[in-house]
């Protein structure tokens, strides 16, 4: 299970790969977290982003 950093204007978004139902970049349902400038989306199969790819 792994995250992926997506470029999307002028933000970072953190999505979960094959979750279990898609995520949008806006106003997806997961309620995705903002934290320093990004967007942490919530995985729906529960997994945890405790190992965010880095941001170079
Ligand atoms: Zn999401």
């Given at each position: 299970?792994?995250?992926?950093?997506?470029?999307?204007?002028?933000?970072?978004q953190?999505?979960?790969?094959?979750?279990?139902?898609?995520?949008?970049?806006?106003?997806?349902?997961?309620?995705?977290?903002?934290?320093?400038?990004?967007?942490?989306?919530?995985?729906?199969?529960?997994?945890?982003?405790?190992?965010?790819?880095?941001?170079?």
């Open positions: 299970m792994t995250w992926t950093v997506h470029e999307v204007y002028d933000s970072f953190v999505v979960p790969d094959d979750d279990l139902k898609p995520h949008s970049f806006f106003h997806c349902e997961c309620h995705p977290r903002y934290v320093d400038g990004i967007f942490v989306h919530n995985a729906f199969d529960g997994r945890e982003a405790t190992e965010k790819p880095l941001l170079s």
